[in-house]
């Protein structure tokens, strides 16, 4: 069944950094849905699967930003 789980994320300060985000963490695998809240610094993502911890850090980091702990 689907999971969603919010991360916070370091770094967004503007609408570029939210669809850089978006898009990275939208190509995972088995990813369904991501919302990125710009204010509250965390991006919400739904998924097949539980995704790997490690798996949404790199595409946070390959995006340009910084995963703190998931919340
Ligand atoms: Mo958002 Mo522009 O960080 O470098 S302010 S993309």
Same mark, same amino acid.
């Given at each position: 069944?689907?999971?969603?789980?919010?991360? *916070?994320?370091?770094?967004?300060?503007? @609408?570029?950094?939210?669809?850089?985000?978006?898009?990275?963490?939208?190509?995972?695998?088995?990813?369904?849905?991501?919302?990125?809240?710009? *204010?509250?610094?965390?991006?919400?993502?739904?998924?097949?699967?539980?995704?790997?911890?490690?798996?949404?850090?790199?595409?946070?980091? @390959?995006?340009?930003?910084?995963?703190? *702990?998931?919340?």
């Amino acid at each position: 069944r689907p999971v969603t789980q919010t991360y *916070a994320v370091t770094g967004m300060t503007c @609408e570029h950094c939210v669809r850089a985000v978006t898009e990275e963490l939208s190509a995972l695998p088995g990813v369904d849905e991501v919302r990125v809240d710009l *204010a509250a610094g965390t991006a919400t993502v739904t998924s097949a699967e539980p995704l790997p911890i490690e798996t949404v850090r790199a595409a946070v980091d @390959e995006a340009g930003y910084e995963l703190a *702990a998931g919340i």
